[in-house]
């Protein structure tokens, strides 16, 4: 689908651009009350801030809720090879991430709820970088930006609550090399955009003192005209010949939580897979399904929180066969472009009540720094081993409003 004036301007004013890669290229959640849990939330215990985590969650919600925020999204990514040891550090380094939601109570058993949402991205700018090390001789770039849309209805009882949320998505790619040092061309045809549709659908059920929650995110196809194939097939001469199309689809999520209220404390604990084995584009790549664990605990008082949380998920970025033409430029492609390594996020936050209807709440995430070494045999002595160095912090604050 081409780009039209409309997305590009809504792209603009939200995104100077997107980089994060936290599980996998998705973020570990969507709003400073879920961040500061680690990202647990599929129990429904945020509101209209988790619809996208489990819609059922506006079941909660007694009147009127109004969440907007943001985060500040931190990235250290730096790479170098054995054939050009000097390291180079993205300049992609900060973005700022919208998250907005709203959820209304429409009569004892049915709640409306919308959000838009910053929930994924990946990229890296050595473009500016010192000369000395290969991707800043192949002035490299990458760039991929997600936003979703989604109104969602949710019906409950008592203890039990089902929603569904329809999921419009917004994204763009661009993946730039210069590769005229080496006596080849400028790659990359500026960016491709694309629209698609998937939906969100969760449950929760309480009893006692126990929430339970489940969620499934379906697969939403994305197809970013003359990106990935103009970029891997650049390596035609080295015998590269499998990357046919430029599909990159969002992968499905199957996501189950629980949550424990004992007096002031809520303990929440998540596992999600996702599925980045079966999605379009991520299985050309290699990648394989990844599975996620997230932890929380918050204190309520009367009129502040406190919470800290730990997820993690190991990368679904994997070495392939570097032997092979193939297996070696998916592993340059992954630790040079796309180097989604970040395993860890230790997190804490918390909130305060300005009035009886305003809140403002805040968090931090930090991943500390993984490094990941892979293989380029195939391609002899040009490239050598590929090292990426990864390392994230965000800053998440928001606002709130009920009546």
């Known amino acids: 689908m081409k780009k039209t004036k409309l997305a590009l301007a809504i792209s603009t004013a939200i995104f100077a651009t997107s980089a994060m890669a936290t599980n996998g290229d998705n973020m570990i959640s969507t709003g400073a009350n879920e961040t500061a849990m680690g990202g647990a939330g599929v129990s429904g215990i945020h509101g209209a801030e988790g619809i996208l985590t489990n819609p059922a969650s506006t079941g909660s919600v007694t009147g009127t809720e109004f969440n907007i925020g943001g985060t500040v999204f931190m990235p250290s990514i730096k790479n170098s090879t054995t054939s050009f040891p000097t390291e180079l550090t993205s300049d992609g380094d900060m973005y700022v991430i919208p998250a907005v939601s709203t959820a209304t109570r429409i009569n004892e058993n049915w709640t409306f709820g919308l959000g838009m949402w910053g929930t994924s991205g990946l990229g890296v700018d050595y473009s500016n970088a010192d000369a000395g090390g290969l991707l800043s001789t192949f002035d490299a770039s990458s760039n991929l930006q997600l936003l979703k849309f989604a109104p969602s209805v949710t019906y409950n009882e008592d203890n039990f609550a089902v929603g569904f949320a329809p999921v419009l998505q917004y994204g763009s790619l661009d993946i730039h090399e210069d590769q005229s040092v080496f006596g080849g061309n400028v790659v990359g045809a500026g960016t491709s955009s694309d629209l698609g549709w998937g939906y969100t659908v969760g449950a929760t059920y309480k009893t006692g003192d126990l929430t339970l929650g489940a969620s499934y995110d379906s697969a939403i196809d994305m197809e970013y005209k003359d990106q990935i ?51 379009k584009g991520y299985k050309q790549f290699g ?19 406190l919470a800290v949380g730990y997820n993690k998920g190991d990368t679904p970025v994997k070495e392939q066969n570097a032997t092979t033409p193939d297996g070696a430029a998916k592993n340059f492609f992954n630790l040079g472009f796309f180097p989604a390594t970040a395993e860890q996020h230790f997190t804490f936050g918390g909130g305060y009540s300005v009035s009886k209807n305003l809140s403002v709440d805040a968090a931090v995430a930090y991943s500390p720094e993984t490094t ?8 002899g002595p040009t490239f050598g081993d590929v090292t990426t160095k990864h390392s994230e912090l965000g800053y998440s604050v928001q606002m709130s409003y009920k009546f």
């Open 372 to 379: 990941k070494t892979f293989k380029t045999t195939a391609f």
């Open 229 to 279: 194939t103009t970029q891997l097939n650049s390596f035609s001469g080295f015998g590269v010949t499998s990357f046919t199309n430029d599909h990159l689809e969002q992968p499905a999520q199957i996501k189950v939580g629980a949550a424990y209220q004992m007096d002031n404390i809520t303990f929440a604990a998540d596992f999600k897979q996702i599925k980045w084995g079966d999605a």
């Open 287 to 305: 990648w394989e399904d990844q599975n996620v664990f997230a932890l929380g605990a918050k204190y309520s008082a009367n009129d502040y929180w």
